[in-house]
């Protein structure tokens, strides 16, 4: 069984500062983990992956995210918020080829 | 460039009515998923096939049916469409998750 919490529906940051967004998950094997951006009405697009390999993983438009299995959490950041990523965020566990487990989703706000 | 089609970006329905909404992926991948969205409650899988001809419900299969024909086209069915069922439909194609390709979306309303 898998499953995904993201802590807090939306986030607001203003323009310049730090991103955080919170993902734990739950998984009975070895997780494959995601992030994935979805713009105003647009399909998903996958932003980074964790597989196997270094726990640190970088993906497109200046995120990245942290595998730490101790903490069972894979929070995605980014170091200055752009007017531009203001979006939907999901993360999503899988498992070779398991289906995929989404989280709620959290709403990036980016302020002026 | 892979795809995955949805044939519709918007659809509006009335209340009783069969509704088919069909994805098609250009990719020969054998697992095709479709996933329903609401605000709030994320992404959630109602049904997925491994091979044509054959399904699996997924979380919240309640309403709903879906259709393998070929392997490039995966059909979801409303059978009598009810205005819960209004949502963000989206279909996915992958061959093992780490290569997850989604299409646009349908954006179903039913009246």
């Known amino acids: 069984a898998q499953s995904v919490t993201q802590l807090g529906s939306h986030v607001s940051v203003s323009e310049g500062a730090l991103v955080l967004l919170r993902c734990n998950y739950s998984s009975s094997v070895p997780p494959y983990l995601f992030w994935y951006v979805q713009y105003p009405n647009q399909g998903l697009q996958l932003l980074l992956k964790y597989t196997t390999g270094a726990t640190l993983v970088k993906g497109i438009n200046g995120f990245e995210a942290e595998f730490k299995k101790s903490e069972t959490s894979f929070h995605l950041t980014k170091p200055s918020a752009h007017m531009s990523d203001a979006a939907e965020y999901f993360c999503?566990?899988?498992?070779?080829?398991?289906?995929?487990?989404f989280g709620k989703g959290t709403m990036l706000l980016v302020s002026p | 460039d892979v795809k995955v089609t949805q044939s519709s970006r918007y659809l509006v329905k009335r209340t009783g009515e069969k509704v088919f909404l069909e994805c098609v992926q250009d990719?020969?991948?054998?697992?095709m998923f479709w996933y329903r969205q609401d605000p709030g409650l994320g992404l959630r899988l109602i049904y997925f096939?491994?091979?044509?001809?054959?399904?699996e419900k997924g979380d919240i299969p309640e309403g709903y049916s879906v259709s393998r024909e070929k392997k490039e086209r995966f059909s979801l069915i409303l059978e009598s469409a009810s205005t819960n069922q209004t949502s963000m439909y989206l279909c996915a194609s992958y061959q093992g998750v780490r290569r997850a390709f989604f299409g646009q979306g349908t954006r179903l309303t039913v009246v």
């Open positions: 990719m020969d991948h054998e697992n």
């Open positions: 096939s491994y091979d044509v001809k054959m399904k």
């Open positions: 999503a566990v899988g498992s070779g080829y398991s289906t995929l487990t």
